[in-house]
């Protein structure tokens, strides 16, 4: 290290000629001034003509000795590029190390000059730090973290990534807790969620960032139910009613496995429904009571997601859907095919499946008068042949139900008996359920 340290001196020759107090004017004073100005000249004259000219460098030095910080921030600016390119052509590490610990002061030095820079200079110190002390996650974690205390929404994406990544590996090495990472993580998500990306190429780049935190996060397995329940119980319980922390909460334990069954998920999501309330966390409500076999309140939040104003016709069409499902697993009939007649009326690919209920409803369907017992499977064949029609995924399993409720139509000789004919036209009402059908034998 005492190497590194002198290589890195004898690269910016002198640091001890700069006396940011001492000065009088831009370009120092006196002789300093004259030096200042010539070797400004000298390096910039080459240094437009190739960056990695030695002379360049040879006289970037010496500018770099004699001026002020206030006689050109270029100075940093330029210095930086020179230094970077000699990185990428230096083979000894002991100098290459030297000439990153330079690359990284320099970048200290324009804070200290032009400070009203400091998201530029921090951001381009953070993705220096990433390409030259990656095998080094302390330093990275430390100084990266320095980073996003300093600039807080301004941070790069890419910074936010490497820093997640360097602390999951000192968690991995019990340098920090799963409290330490999830605190992180929260963090560094809420400056995600805050970016106002300039164009198409930077929203592009902070959502695949932003894709490689979650599933690092994920793969830590620092967000277990276990973890979670644990660190985030006691708060929860001391403040229900705080929607930030609801929030929170659901989003952390949709990253985790099996995840969404627990007490504190349904707390936090009914919490979150209650302050904040909108058709998606009803819906999100229902599934979750649903689960837990909470029929009443699972009916309830999924008529709520139903009524809101906020949904547009394809969500109400899966909504319908969902009801219809729903109702006839838990036999409410009835409901359930009014539910399925109006995912049919507003279809968005759901109208097969939805006629497919409807067939099961009325194949099952309790008809106590001896016609709508025959009838009830004449108006099943009519909502299979419809899905049928509906969807074409559906069709071999709309063909099997056809041909298994065919069995029980009637003789011709029977159907004359009630005053019936082979295609005449009937309405069938039993269990709650209206159709009119066509009379059917075998």
Request: glycine content about 4%.
């Amino acid at each position: 290290m005492k190497r590194i340290a002198f290589i890195a001196a004898a690269l910016l020759s002198v640091f001890s000629g700069w006396n940011m107090s001492a000065q009088t004017s831009k370009y120092g004073h006196g002789e300093d001034s004259l030096n200042c100005l010539k070797y400004l000249s000298f390096y910039t004259e080459r240094f437009k003509k190739d960056e990695k000219d030695p002379m360049a460098l040879s006289n970037w030095r010496h500018a770099y000795k004699w001026c002020p910080p206030t006689a050109s921030e270029n100075i940093f600016v330029n210095g930086t590029k020179m230094m970077t390119n000699l990185y990428r052509t230096t083979k000894d590490k002991e100098y290459r190390a030297a000439i990153a610990d330079t690359i990284l002061m320099l970048q200290d030095q324009r804070l200290a000059a032009y400070p009203k820079k400091k998201t530029t200079i921090l951001n381009n110190k953070g993705q220096y730090i990433i390409n030259y002390y990656s095998s080094d996650v302390n330093y990275m974690y430390e100084n990266l973290l320095g980073i996003t205390d300093e600039l807080g929404n301004a941070t790069k994406s890419n910074i936010l990534s490497a820093l997640i990544q360097s602390s999951v590996a000192l968690y991995r090495e019990e340098k920090l807790s799963a409290d330490d990472i999830i605190a992180l993580y929260e963090k560094v998500s809420g400056i995600l969620d805050a970016a106002n990306p300039r164009n198409e190429k930077e929203a592009a780049s902070i959502a695949e960032d932003k894709e490689k935190i979650e599933s690092m996060f994920a793969a830590s397995k620092v967000a277990s139910c276990e973890n979670l329940i644990a660190i985030f119980g006691p708060r929860f319980e001391a403040d229900p009613e705080n929607l930030a922390l609801a929030s929170k909460i659901i989003s952390l334990m949709n990253t985790a496995d099996d995840c969404a069954s627990n007490d504190l998920y349904l707390k936090a999501v009914t919490t979150k429904y209650k302050l904040d309330p909108s058709h998606g966390s009803a819906f999100g409500l229902y599934r979750l009571n649903a689960a837990r076999g909470n029929v009443a309140d699972a009916g309830k939040y999924l008529q709520e997601a139903i009524d809101s104003e906020e949904s547009d016709d394809a969500t109400d069409a899966q909504y319908w859907y969902e009801m219809a499902t729903f109702c006839y697993k838990n036999g409410m009939r009835a409901k359930a095919y009014e539910a399925a007649k109006k995912a049919v009326d507003l279809d968005f690919g759901y109208a097969g499946k939805a006629y497919m209920i409807m067939g099961n409803l009325w194949s099952s369907a309790p008809c106590e008068d001896v016609v709508n017992k025959y009838a009830r499977y004449w108006a099943a064949v009519d909502c299979y042949q419809k899905a049928r029609t509906a969807d074409a995924s559906l069709a071999e399993d709309a063909t099997a139900s056809i041909s298994s409720v065919s069995r029980y139509f009637p003789e011709a000789a029977e159907a004359f008996m009630y005053d019936l004919t082979k295609g005449q036209s009937y309405t069938v009402s039993c269990g709650g359920m209206t159709a009119t059908t066509t009379v059917r034998v075998q």
